[in-house]
């Protein structure tokens, strides 16, 4: 049990809902909080769902991380879908395991309530990679084309040591409670090698810390898995022969750059680019570079 947090001071209520951006839809497991972007190929389209784009965020940094592929993908014609997961941003923080089946079905049950049919693009970033990859390997008539930004799972990821107590009934509980939401924004904010972007990066993330239940969510996720190997997941997909494009920062320091070679092994058919001078969000610190290549990809057969 948490004790009292000086910095979860707000419940994600109704009111909260009202006044946040975006939308919200309630799914079996809670509200999710979402922004569904219309191109115009999706205006003039034929419905069959392969202009839509869902882009899947990380362990801790809700779907803000999007914000320059969301805009780039729908001006460029795309209905781009971004949501935060449970625990996250403005979506609820169910008293569940956040495990890997818990994501996947959400991801299921949003596209469902929105009638994104598909088949879909997916794109995955950090910790959203295993689960793009679960939910194309369990639904494989409901993805189109996959990209994974520095995904996880290709080997477990090394912990900051704010989180290397999760593991520790009560005592991480009790620990993590003190920790502040200054120290958590710092702690994200090593994702970005470009220390120019880390003031306005921090702002946006602390938003979601004032929201009770958001470290407990952290917790389980740590605690169920998800921040340890997929391999076997990346191992299935490469085996359905599907085509993949992989994003890596030469200079991530959360998923290093090694990784990649392990799941180019796993899925023989990924397509790497590798972006220099760049940490763990490449679509977020380098867009000029990565949307180009992101927008071939996706406009090819």
Request: charged share 20%; net charge neutral.
């Amino acid at each position: 049990m948490f004790l009292p947090d000086r910095d979860e001071i707000y419940e994600l209520t109704e009111e909260t809902r009202r006044h946040a951006a975006g939308s919200f839809v309630r799914l079996p497991n809670g509200f999710t909080h979402y922004e569904l972007g219309n191109g115009y190929i999706s205006r003039l389209g034929d419905g069959s769902g392969t202009s839509d784009v869902v882009l899947i965020h990380g362990f801790s940094i809700p779907y803000f991380i999007y914000d320059p592929t969301f805009q780039f993908l729908t001006e460029s014609g795309y209905r781009v879908l971004r949501y935060d997961l449970f625990g996250r941003g403005f979506s609820d923080r169910p008293r569940a395991a956040y495990n890997i089946a818990l994501f996947v079905q959400q991801l299921a049950d949003l596209l469902d309530a929105l009638r994104l049919a598909g088949p879909v693009n997916l794109i995955g970033l950090s910790m959203g990679g295993p689960i793009a990859a679960a939910f194309a390997v369990r639904y494989p008539e409901r993805v189109n084309k996959l990209t994974l930004i520095d995904p996880a799972g290709a080997r477990p990821i090394t912990l900051s040591p704010v989180f290397r107590m999760a593991k520790i009934p009560l005592v991480a509980e009790a620990i993590l409670s003190l920790v502040s939401s200054e120290r958590l924004a710092l702690n994200a904010a090593r994702d970005l090698f470009d220390p120019a972007l880390v003031d306005h990066f921090k702002s946006s993330f602390r938003i979601q810390l004032q929201y009770k239940g958001f470290k407990r969510a952290i917790l389980s996720t740590i605690r169920n898995g998800m921040l340890g190997s997929f391999v076997e997941v990346y191992e299935a997909l490469g085996k359905m022969d599907r085509r993949v494009l992989l994003f890596w920062g030469r200079q991530d320091a959360t998923v290093p750059f090694e990784h990649s070679e392990i799941l180019r092994r796993a899925m023989p058919r990924a397509q790497l680019h590798v972006v220099e001078n760049c940490g763990h969000i490449p679509h977020y610190e380098k867009p000029d570079e990565v949307n180009p290549i992101l927008l071939e990809y996706l406009r090819n057969p």
